[in-house]
């Protein structure tokens, strides 16, 4: 399964790019109006910290602005994926840029039709969002797992983007329903390594080599 991180924070985004783990990124205009920062200088500065695909949301509803707006967010670099809505205007949009070999991330879907329709218009990435479904006491992952059955079924190559990720268990839940991608906000990243029992196995073997008084190099 491949990595994005969920945030326009430069500096975390660099922080884990240096760790080998992450395979791209995904914003959305609540994290970039909380970076408090010009929306085209942080998708440039993101696009030249990490290689894989930074997914950059249009503003517009209106089909023609989706257009034009995808078009110029396309030529701030070539690793640019345009993120459309789950509407029939941003499906229509999806279509258009999936004939001009342009990627998209079709976002806020939440029912397998919607991520049906987003495969038949072309999307690359459908973004299911599990943590705004959980908060409203439906399941999250079993729409993941239903979306995965219907793009096996029909060989669809769109990707699942397991989106809207809260915890280090959602993390679990999607890798075991098979999502391509799990796009997850720095902190969670940071916690998928922490195990009580590795820390208190780290401090124990700490304790015994210093007591051998040997050292390595
Ligand atoms: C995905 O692309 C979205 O940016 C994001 O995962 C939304 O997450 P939230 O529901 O925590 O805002």
């Known amino acids: 399964m491949k990595f994005f991180v969920d945030t326009a924070d430069t500096a975390a985004i660099k922080e884990l790019y240096e760790t080998g783990l992450l395979d791209g990124v995904t914003t959305n205009p609540s994290l970039i109006a909380k970076s408090g920062r010009d929306f085209k200088e942080v998708i440039a500065e993101i696009c030249a910290i990490v290689p894989g695909p930074v997914s950059a949301e249009v503003a517009s509803l209106e089909y023609d602005g989706m257009v034009a707006e995808g078009e110029h967010l396309a030529k701030i670099a070539s690793n640019v994926v345009i993120k459309l809505p789950l509407t029939l205007n941003g499906l229509k949009a999806t279509k258009y840029f999936k004939d001009k070999g342009v990627k998209t ?20 990435y459908i973004s299911p969002f599990l943590g705004r479904l959980d908060d409203i006491n439906l399941d999250g992952v079993q729409l993941i797992e239903d979306i995965r059955t219907i793009y096996d079924n029909y060989q669809y190559e769109t990707q699942i983007l397991a989106a809207s990720i809260r915890s ?24 998928l390594a922490n195990h009580p029992l590795t820390n208190a196995g780290i401090d124990g073997f700490l304790k015994d080599w210093k007591a051998t008084g040997q050292s390595i190099l």
């Open 168 to 191: 280090p268990n959602h993390v679990t839940q999607v890798a075991l329903v098979g999502a391509d991608v799990a796009t997850i906000p720095p902190d969670v990243i940071k916690k």
């Open 105 to 124: 991330n079709v976002t806020l879907c939440f029912s397998a039709n919607q991520a049906l329709l987003a495969a038949k218009a072309g999307a690359t």
